[in-house]
């Protein structure tokens, strides 16, 4: 299941490099590789926040206004850091030579580095795959 997991996100990834040109290509490569750990974090806290306000999940996971309001302002700092100091150059670049859409498009990878956190922490993954012991054998045997 894991396996087939990181296929998908893989896949995913690599459709949206085929479509990225030469400075949305670097822009994308900045991001992924400065990117810190303590970032990724900042990254998954604020998704999985966000996500929490999904109506099947907010009454499941009930994440006060002041905490989401802090993984907010983190995520914040960190894009203003990321984009304004660290990745500067390759920002302005993608913006200038290749519009909005392609600063969009390497912009989704921060998306895709808070779901690989998520994915890369045993735990989690171990929590996805945990479900199929609740399937009844019998079913199974339908497929043979």
């Known amino acids: 299941m894991k396996k087939l997991?990181?296929?998908?996100?893989?896949i995913t990834f690599y459709q949206t490099n085929l479509l990225a040109g030469q400075y949305s290509d670097?822009?994308?490569?900045?991001?992924?590789?400065?990117?810190?750990?303590?970032?990724?974090?900042?990254?998954?806290?604020?998704?999985?926040?966000?996500?929490?306000?999904?109506?099947?999940l907010k009454e499941e996971f009930n994440i006060p206004k002041s905490k989401f309001t802090k993984h907010e302002i983190a995520v914040a700092d960190y894009v203003q850091y990321i984009l304004g100091t660290v990745c500067f150059k390759e920002t302005k670049n993608v913006l200038q030579y290749e519009g909005d859409e392609a600063f969009l498009k390497a912009?989704?990878?921060?998306?895709?580095?808070?779901?690989?956190?998520?994915m890369e922490e045993a735990a989690v993954s171990n929590a996805l795959e945990n479900y199929v012991i609740h399937i009844d054998p019998n079913f199974l045997k339908k497929f043979n």
């Open 26 to 56: 670097k822009f994308a490569n900045c991001l992924m590789q400065k990117t810190t750990e303590r970032d990724k974090i900042v990254l998954v806290r604020w998704a999985f926040s966000a996500m929490a306000h999904h109506s099947a």
């Open 5 to 10: 997991i990181t296929i998908l996100i893989l």
């Open 107 to 118: 912009f989704e990878l921060l998306g895709e580095i808070a779901f690989l956190s998520l």
